[in-house]
């Protein structure tokens, strides 16, 4: 399976005290990555909510730390499709310690759901998206 990869370096603020990456921050890291996968796919999210009136919403989240990223570290994210149905994304996405050799971090299993922006019921994802998702499994982005 194809996947999307992008690198973020870790700054002060996604450290707690000891100088180590807070655990929650993991969560904002991932969803850049996901953000961006798509925009490299040229289906950005506020298209998805100016075009379509939708938006991409966590279901759920599973989260596994393996190893510490620490302040100035440069990670890589690697976002792979796992499953699409109608209304979902089930995705994988590996946090790996660019700068230290490449060592897994935390691996983040996320469910994404497609809503109605309106009134947050479920909402079957644009083909334009569908096809956009399928890129990047294809690995074309």
């Known amino acids: 399976m194809a ?3 992008i690198r973020f ?3 002060y603020e996604d450290t707690d005290a000891g100088g180590i990456v807070y655990h929650a921050r993991y969560l904002g890291f991932a969803e850049r990555a996901r953000s961006e996968a798509m925009r ?3 289906a ?3 298209e998805l909510l100016n075009d379509f009136g939708l938006v991409f919403v966590v279901r759920q989240a599973a989260l596994r730390y393996r190893s510490p990223l620490r302040l100035d570290d440069e990670m890589e994210i690697e976002t792979a499709l ?3 149905t109608p209304t979902r ?3 994988c996405q590996t946090v790996r310690n660019y700068s230290g050799g490449g060592e897994t971090a935390t691996v983040i299993d996320v469910e994404l759901a497609c809503l109605n922006a309106a009134d ?3 909402a079957k994802i ?3 998206w569908r096809d956009a998702v399928r890129k990047l499994e294809a690995g074309e982005v």
Do not use: F, G, I
């Open 3 to 5: 996947t999307h990869k």
């Open 9 to 11: 370096r870790v700054y």
């Open 40 to 42: 490299d796919a040229d």
């Open 44 to 46: 950005s999210v506020t």
């Open 82 to 84: 796992e499953a699409m």
């Open 89 to 91: 994304l089930k995705l």
């Open 120 to 122: 947050m019921k479920p």
């Open 126 to 128: 644009p083909p334009r």
